[in-house]
């Protein structure tokens, strides 16, 4: 117990230089910084959904490197193939079969505008992300952890795009919208690229080291009140549940599953250990809950109509 103390109070020292190190070269957009953090810590993956030029691509490139990750770009594009993901089978020289490791062979991969490709293509990350493992051509590999699926998708683009699959969207941990920065971030971005100026990312962690502080996350004790708020808040996103508010009813034609409630409950474990608390709280479920029920809840189109927004829908289940 005493070892966990210590550990939670390093996990807290370790989060604060890591964003430190991140605000080098990324300005402003802490929460979303929060909510990706949050999610690597408690071993999920993050979509990241904004427009073109909100630096998404820099800042997992960045985060990548603050955790000394090994990190790859997919770069998905309506004629990619699953093979170009997974890796394929050769002849070499002596006429035996090889297997080339595709780029999902890393700690974190970075899926970019992931809407782009065909769902035959989207399905070869279902395996990686839930498993930590790929099949292909009948044998198995695993991979190395840890491992993080951060995906990107552009929300104004329809053109050409294929919506992901219900799925695949559960697999997500968060779905993180990017705003537009303030004014006077907006100059600060424009004085420090415009420069020759060039700022080095120094890695803070080792893979062994996010490994334990996962672990270490999943051993923090949570009251069962606040795991019961976590499941109850999910039940209430249920138009057909008896526990289902008036707004769910009249807004909502599909809700959260159970991995919604076991994803809260880990993300506010995370959410009280990076803030230094040693339990979560029912203040933490609700830091996190827009983020982990965003995409889990389907709209209807009187929602559409009327103009109403699921984080209004999700403000409302506190």
Not at 190 to 202: A, E, I
Request: charged share 20%; proline share 5%; net charge negative.
């Amino acid at each position: 117990m005493s070892d966990d103390v210590a550990a939670i109070k390093q996990l807290v020292s370790k989060h604060t230089e890591l964003k430190k190190e991140i605000a080098k070269v990324i300005i402003g957009q802490e929460s979303v910084i929060d909510q990706i953090l949050i999610s690597i810590f408690s071993g999920g993956h993050a979509l990241l959904i904004g427009v073109p030029g909100l630096a998404k691509t820099l800042m997992v490139n960045t985060i990548s490197q603050a955790l000394g990750l090994a990190f790859k770009r997919i770069q998905f594009t309506p004629d990619l193939m699953p093979s170009d993901i997974l890796g394929s089978e050769i002849l070499d020289e002596s006429r035996q079969f090889k297997f080339i490791k595709g780029p999902i062979f890393s700690n974190i991969i970075l899926a970019d505008e992931i809407n782009r490709t065909p769902p035959k293509t989207q399905a070869a990350l279902l395996e990686a992300m839930q498993e930590r493992a790929v099949t292909v051509a009948g044998h198995h590999y695993t991979l190395d952890l840890p491992y993080f699926v951060l995906a990107t998708q552009n929300p104004i683009e329809q053109e050409g795009t294929y919506p992901l699959p219900e799925a695949q969207l559960d697999r997500f941990m968060f779905a993180i919208e990017l705003k537009y920065p303030s004014f006077e971030e907006e100059v600060a971005v424009v004085k420090s690229t415009t420069t020759d100026q060039k700022v080095t990312v120094n890695p803070l962690f080792t893979a062994k080291e996010i490994i334990d502080f996962q672990q270490l996350i999943r051993r923090i004790p949570i009251a069962d009140n606040v795991v019961e708020y976590a499941v109850g808040m999910v039940a209430k996103t249920r138009p057909n549940a008896t526990a289902a508010t008036d707004l769910v009813k009249n807004y909502i034609d599909w809700g959260a599953g159970p991995r919604a409630s076991q994803n809260l409950v880990l993300a506010a474990k995370t959410h009280a250990a990076v803030q230094g608390k040693f339990s979560p709280d029912i203040e933490d479920v609700q830091a996190v809950a827009t983020g982990i029920l965003r995409h889990r809840m389907i709209k209807n189109y009187k929602a559409e109509a009327e103009g109403v927004t699921i984080e209004s829908i999700i403000q409302s289940l506190f």
